[in-house]
């Protein structure tokens, strides 16, 4: 059977990983040439999304695509495997690089940034890695790529070369590779150890090994962390650090690619590593959920501190990723189907309130949420937009994150854990808090300085055009939550 | 011919040696050498295969049999040796023309090519024998040509290096020599074969006392936390080729002199549970790989940060020798090869940096990889090998040690392992963060390194890469080579 | 009685530990390198005396006298080896001091090393 251009499945996933870093190879040879090189970057995204749109229906008749890439150690292979867990991130991060290509060209250009071919060279490749990670077919290969993320998002994260990015480029890079090898790795050598093999398979490869309760916790707990782009606290830092890069930067590493290959990471372990039988069974989340349910209201809390808009959103980002690791650790069907679901629905949103907080930058540049009174009225769509956004993080209809908060609710319940219910219930109401104050200020209190005219118009058309199609897509995923639903139905039902 | 490949293999480079001294022509002198170490390679592939195909080859010596007669002996570890030794001398003699042009004096240049080719010859014979005193005059042969070498640089600190090295280096061979006359008194023999059979039999606190002077003997050459003081000086002032070639050897021989001693000789019986070595070895090589990491991290000069961090990649290798299992055996083995691979190449890489500015501090590597992207993206390719990413071989060989500790429910020295991996970040990262994010502030005519620098320092980068991806051939030897030395398996 | 009959492992130990001494604290070179060659001819001894066996004769074997019991010559001509080893260590190490002469004028250790930490290199 074949599909799009008459690729075979496991060649659609391998071209999946291939065809962001063909376009970034174009970027580079177009480089010279500005509009040539931004028709290359949509062309390459709108090319990769058809390709990973193909593997939609074969995934979802129950394909399972595979492709053995290398064998570097023996019984120790690199490989890609088509799985619906991975095929939602890989959708998520292929629809959101259109959107993101899109607003980049209006923010990259109206900011005069330099060095834009590298911006999308780099960006290119992260898309890459992200793809690997989504595709990934034993923890090996996903190791492989998630250190390949890291390092091709460095570039991006130290894009102005300042003193203060070269600073942030080391908390960046310090907080993901210690954590990723001093603790992942470990647990990955840990794993094969116990085990024999790391792939990833239906229903976990832990269980029966003889693994006690506490090496469960334990390995579970090394996971957990050791995933640092899940950024679970006191491991987060990274996140906050990063938002000296700019704004279309800001959007990969939260809602694109980088901190969702992270909480995906830890779905999978969970999933497909530990399988979510043998964690209730030994009760290895027991402890290590608490982390999970302590990020959620420290970082809401700290959110409620921050005047500036994109601090605020990082630690919004920080805590919402802690609800998709705490649906993981649930271990149950209603746990992992609002962690995967989330994963969307966070992504959708938060990548609106970037591209809003990016294009109020760029239109009236300013940064600061108590500077942005009244300026709803000259940017309508962008606030606008933003509301929506929010209402998505906060999970209230009529936008997705509504369904995701529900199944995690479903899932505490079905644990039996009402302390996390309410936890889940406090940070919800937290979030309400912060996140609404923006565009309720900006829509109905009266600008500082008198109403005379500042001079401020709305932001970039592209810039629009993007962050309306993400909060349109919010919204359709209240009303359509049907593939995603079925996506994690697979997940949960096999 | 093929039968005589075992003394072959010393013999070209021995016979190469004085000729490449008397023929004084700089240029001549060099392509001896290049053809003598290119045979030596070829000579040690063919033992290779065949010691894969037919087991041990034993030759004895003016047709002298063991016990009387000396013995060379091929089996896997030392075949596998041998190639490394000969394979890294095969690759840094075609870069030693143009630095040596550079860094060493004219009259001097056929000298040093003669120094080399000895100091390769007393590798390889170290390498071979099988017999222990021949073992401590090769190792005198190519110590003395390293201490040679050495004060070739291009500094006058290279002088004073070279005469710690050779101080220590000197202590460390007479208590080998003590060692191995304690063992003939008890024994009478000098054969390994011959004192494997025999040592078990005699014991006492002299065969006791031999071993240690031996440990603490061959501990020193090896540089071993905290016998390591000659090595950062040496290696950071010895002119490049040097660096780059003992970097890669000279350790590496002396580690399988290790290997060869405690296994071969006094057998893991002895060694492990009468002599409980491990406990000694695993908490040196265990502050070795943490002390000599972080004190890497605070060096200005690269090639003594780069030698800080061999003393740490030595621990790593010992650490898997005191797991005393198979699969530690086997990440230590891997090291060796995957450690040569990875030092070879950055030291090369510095070398090129040498050649064109001059110094390598890391001031004066500020922004340089605009000028020279190719050998900065050698430098940082070959960094992350030493930090163990993957698909490089220096992942290959973390993975065995970290699951060797594992094994031994050792979980605090799989983090420790790990934990000098993110010191090994630390250090890299200092280097090229310099190179890639400051501007260059040096002269202006400083260019891209001339092609007779870049091709070698690349071979050894794609050999980074190649033996990352398909790692089957380097673990199929070293696990053999392990499970030999144990004396398990087939 | 016992202790005195192994004589001259005493005198191996004995000379060791001087040149091992000479060679720790002096910071002169060319009294290292005095204290290394003491050190290295105490294992000299240490060989040439193990090949002695009481009431042995030369091993020159005569014919007639295949009887005699004579001392063992193989430490005798290993440590010929080793001694060949020596001289040419302290001779590359006389030629590096001369050097280091040249270039420091100095050979006092202690001297050297502050003018090597002054520039950073």
Known sequence: MTGLFGLSEPMAALAAVLIPLFGGGLVLALGKRPNRREAATLGTSGLLFLVVLSLLGPVLDGARPRLVLAEPLPGLPIYLEVEPLGLLFALVASSLWIVTSLYSIGYMRGHHEKNQTRFYLFFAVAISAAMGVAFSGNLFTLFFFYEALTLCTFPLVTHHQTEAARKAGRVYLGILLSTSIAFQLLAIIWTYSLAGTVEFRPGGILAGTGASGTVAAILLALYVFGIGKAAVMPFHRWLPAAMVAPTPVSALLHAVAVVKAGVFSVLKVCVYTFGWEFITDTGASDLVIWAAAATIILASLVAFTKDNLKARLAYSTISQLSYIVLGALLANEWGILGGGMHIAMHAFGKITLFFGAGAIMVAAHKTEISQMKGLGRTMPITFGAFFVGALSIIGVPPAGGAWSKWFLGLGTLEAGQVGLLAVLMVSSLLTLVYLLEIPVKAFFLSPEGGKGSTGIKEAPLTSLIALTLTALASIILFLQPKILYDLMSLVVGS | MINHLPILQVIVPLMAAPVAALVRKRGVAWFITVLATWASLAIAVLLLLDVRDGGTIRYALGGWAAPWGIEYRVDTVSAYVLVIVAGIGAIVTPYALLSVRREIGVKQAPLFYSALLLCLCGLLGITITGDVFNLFVFLEISSISAYALIAMGPDRRALHAAYKYLIMGSIGATFIVIGIGMMYMMTGTLNMADLARLLPSVGGRTVTVAFAFLAVGISLKLALFPLHQWLPDAYAYAPSTVTAFLASTATKVAFYVLLRVVFSVFGVVFAFETMSLHWALLPLAIVAVLFASLTAVYQGNVKRLLAYSSVAQIGYMILGVSLATVTGLTAGLLHLFNHAVIKGALFLAMGAVMYRVGSVRIEAMQGLAKRMPWTMAAFVAGGFSLIGVPLTVGFVSKWYLVLGAIENDMWLVAFFVLVGSLLAVAYIWKVAEAAYFKDYIGDLDVREAPLGLLVPMWALVVANFYFGVDANLTVGVARQAAELLLGVGP | ?121
């Open chain 3, 1 to 121: 009685m016992r202790i005195l009959g192994l004589y001259n492992y005493w005198i191996f130990i004995f000379l060791m530990m001087v040149g091992f001494y000479i060679l720790i604290s002096r910071r002169n070179l060319v009294k290292k390198i005095l204290g290394l060659n003491i050190f290295q001819t105490s294992v000299f001894i240490f060989y040439i005396s193990m090949g002695k066996i009481t009431g042995g004769t030369p091993p020159i074997l005569v014919e007639g006298s295949e009887e005699v019991i004579y001392s063992n010559p193989l430490p005798h001509v290993l440590i010929l080896t080793a001694i060949v080893v020596g001289v040419s260590t302290t001779a590359v190490a006389l030629a590096l001091v001369v050097r280091i002469k040249e270039a420091y004028g100095t050979i006092e250790g202690d001297e050297i090393s502050a003018m090597d930490n002054q520039i950073p290199f």
